[in-house]
C-alpha cells in the first residue's frame, strides 16, 4: 500500500493533496499517478515536486513528463 504509516480518509484527499501527491509520484505504479493526476491536475503536481522531501529523481521525472 502506498500509504502504510496512517489510516487515510476520504477528506485527507483534500485536506493533504501534496503528501498525497508526493507519496503517489515516489510510490505509486502508473494507474495510481493517473489517478492523481487526473484528481489533482498538473498544476499540483508542479508545486508538489517543488517541495522539500521530494526526491531528486523523481523531480527529473515529472519535470520531463510535464513539459509543454
Same mark, same amino acid.
Not at 24 to 44: C, H, K, P, W
Given at each position: /500500500?502506498? #500509504?502504510? +504509516?496512517? !489510516? @487515510?480518509?476520504?477528506? +485527507?484527499?483534500?485536506?493533504? /493533496?501534496?503528501? #498525497?501527491? &508526493? %507519496?503517489? @509520484?515516489? *510510490?505509486?505504479? &502508473?494507474?495510481?499517478? =493517473? @489517478?492523481? %493526476? $487526473?484528481?489533482?491536475? +498538473?498544476?499540483?503536481? =508542479? !508545486?508538489? #515536486? !517543488? $517541495? =522539500?522531501? &521530494? +526526491?531528486? %529523481?523523481? =523531480? *527529473? *521525472?515529472?519535470?520531463?513528463? @510535464? !513539459? /509543454?
Amino acid at each position: /500500500p502506498l #500509504i502504510w +504509516d496512517r !489510516e @487515510l480518509k476520504s477528506q +485527507d484527499l483534500d485536506s493533504y /493533496p501534496r503528501w #498525497i501527491i &508526493m %507519496r503517489v @509520484l515516489t *510510490f505509486g505504479n &502508473m494507474e495510481q499517478t =493517473r @489517478l492523481v %493526476r $487526473s484528481y489533482y491536475g +498538473d498544476n499540483a503536481i =508542479r !508545486e508538489a #515536486i !517543488e $517541495s =522539500r522531501g &521530494m +526526491d531528486e %529523481r523523481t =523531480r *527529473f *521525472f515529472w519535470h520531463a513528463v @510535464l !513539459e /509543454p
